[in-house]
């Protein structure tokens, strides 16, 4: 059975749909996470969550440090 270019972008697009959709759950609890979705399964997923948490986290140091 072939797959054509096609059908592997689709399926492409419905996985990162999946994913995305998935990692809006994702309550910044990796471990709650991967028990409630199956978080292990999404790496893009929690690839993006550690993203945006460091993003979060240099962020909060930022403004602390202007507060000062």
């Known amino acids: 059975m ?7 972008q689709k399926q492409e697009k419905s996985r ?6 998935n990692w809006i759950f ?15 399964q999404l790496p893009a997923c929690t690839a993006e969550l550690d993203r945006d948490r460091r993003k979060q986290r240099a962020g909060k140091l930022k403004r602390k440090k202007e507060s000062r």
């Open 2 to 8: 072939s797959v054509s270019i096609e059908q592997c």
């Open 26 to 40: 994702l309550v910044f609890d990796r471990a709650k996470a991967r028990e409630r979705e199956g978080a292990w």
């Open 16 to 21: 990162l749909a999946a994913c995305r959709q």
